[in-house]
């Protein structure tokens, strides 16, 4: 079929596809909060590339850092646990990537991996089960210990940015 000129031929308007992104926070206090904290961890650790160009983009001393998709996976349970914020990796994600840039975190599918490793292992509670070997013990504590030094980290950033800019 050959389109002429004239006949009315009209582009349909382009729709979104699901359901639209929703804040996964509560309040917007607690959305404002995390932006604030979030601007002051990039400033202080987030070096693209870390040390010798590993996939570690989070380097907080000479000997520890982490990747980007381990690093928001940590908050992303923090800020589910500690401030009820509702299960939305993508909004989440659309939060980060709106306020800080693409480059910052990983893909959606890589972040949800990661959450789903961490919840299966229980990383932001202490040691929940008896029945586990004695390895996933030991992952267990390794993760916990990941997830208590990035919220240590998260809680005092803003102090610390404090201090640096001094």
Known sequence: MIWIEGEGFELKEKRTVGRPLESPFRTKESEEDFIRRGKAMLELYY???GDSKTRKDFVFNAGYAMSKTSFWSFIYLYYRL????HDNLQGFLSVIRLNFGEKVSSDRTTLLKCVKML?????QYK?????ESKAEKDVQDTLRSHYQYVVKRWKDCLDALQKENK
Request: proline share 6%.
């Open 82 to 85: 500690e401030h009820q914020m």
């Open 119 to 123: 919840d299966e292992h229980a990383a």
């Open 127 to 131: 040691n929940s089960c008896e029945k």
């Open 47 to 49: 070096r693209p590339g």
